[in-house]
């Protein structure tokens, strides 16, 4: 697609975002908004001296573009205070919430989730209050493949809703899943945030962790009979965790989840993408959350304990190198 | 300890014993046999020419010797009928047995099958008679470490029992069972065959499947809590299946064998040593068998048939490489 270069002007009758994290997932979406027109101030680590000078760039199967003025800061206390602020970084971070919040979400702004697993809309709820905390999951193969640079290769559908009803946050629920769609991004409400939550679990307990386990694709993964059979047992252990938690998910999830992911483009799952990098893996969120809810539910999910036992083993060694 | 060079002299009056597989454990038990006197035909295959040049070197916690002179095979066909013949070849190559056990085995002779995992003794009556078979464990920790040289590290024990009793082969028992301990094997003789394959298991299953899954040792394994907790819950698993099958194991191995591999020198498993010089792994009688026999039995082992199928993947994978 033709690349688009753009200087950001921005519509002040539209809602400012704040983006913590510019990775694969919040410089996609971040830019997205910014692109539309809406105020976005982007918080960067490692690309912050980049994107000030040059800008994001955003290979996308909905259009490639390149933002050459972006608002980058380097500290979540520069943010002004914006109306939607998106949690887009690793959930390995997390601890470092109640330094970045304050700022970007002031005394009203929500907050949307867009992390990985479960429990993360709580972990915001503690330090903004539950009333205004959205949450979301992304179908999204996206990966940052330089710095200030995301190629977003597949899919990109965001299901988010409420943490609470009624809430302040979910008032406005609508609102901004119609700016999201204006913006060109594929955006979905759901009243039911926690069957979204789980139904994502279906897909990243698996893939995630058998891409770790198995040091494999996730084409390798569902190509191959001993893998593929892996994770549809996987996925069954965590459709009926679900379904112990009170997720409703139409069993069909359980097919489709399989079928979805022969029919994807050639994919390293985040998981992988950490663990070779590096960088720790968001165990605690996708594994141990989800085996501890189901478990507190009366439900017990035998394969996934043991790969989360092994995914730990794993990154247990990896760090002592 | 100080070497032994031998030079066999056997004496007619003991048993003349063959053993088919003259590796690691067939090397180690065939030398101490031959050493004591018995007449021992060995079958080799890539080790033929140097064992019939210089011989079989053992060097053993048992005290270090060193055959000079031992009766080689390489085809099975010219083994005389031995009285006892000992099947210490890998399964994977049992497909091979209806070959190799006519000769060794003559018209009277018994068979003592020393392979891992189950109904290995059932390949070997479906060819020479249940009546003539002897089944047993080795609880050992030896290696091939090159051309006719085997290294035995640790432990040695051998249990062994009939496969059908009343057999000639139980008659046998206690008599073969004096024997071994003479040529200062370290053999048990049991009435429950059943019993010890499925205790051995306990081990083998757990520690053969997560040296190859992890890529680890067996100390690694037991000292990092996760692996630790992986084989622990892997070990009950196995137990449950044997119950099921009814192999009465006292519970008190469920620890032991935890304890026994802590207090083991570092080892690598006979699996990893396989997997990592590119052999087939014995998936179908370590893995598969005891899988179906528990299935049958109506006992899941959900945690053993995940680690199959990742070790099905892994060998699946590095065969196509």
Known sequence: MRDQSTTTNSDTSKRRYAILGTGALGGLYGGMLAKAGHEVHFLLRSDFDHVREHGLRVDSIWGDFHLKDVHAHSDAATIPPCDVTIVAMKTTANELLPKLLPGPTGDNGLVLVLQNGLGVEQDVGAIVGEDR????????????VGPGHIKHIDFGRIVFGALRTPSLAAESLSAIQSELVDAGIDAHASDDLRMVRWRKLMWNIPF???????????????????????????????????????AAIDPVWIRKTMDNTRSMVPYDSSMRLDFLAGRPMELETIFARPIRDAMSAGQRMPCVEMLHRQLSFIQSRSRSN
């Not at 905390?133 to 940052?144: A, D, I, T």
């Not at 891409?211 to 009926?240: C, F, G, Q």
């Open 208 to 246: 995630n962790g058998l891409s770790v386990a198995l040091d494999a694709s996730t084409k390798e993964i569902v190509e191959e009979p001993h893998s593929a059979a892996m994770a549809e047992t996987i996925i069954r252990e965590v459709y009926e965790g679900a379904k112990a938690c009170g």
């Open 133 to 144: 905390v959205l949450g979301g999951c992304c179908f999204l193969c996206s990966n940052k």
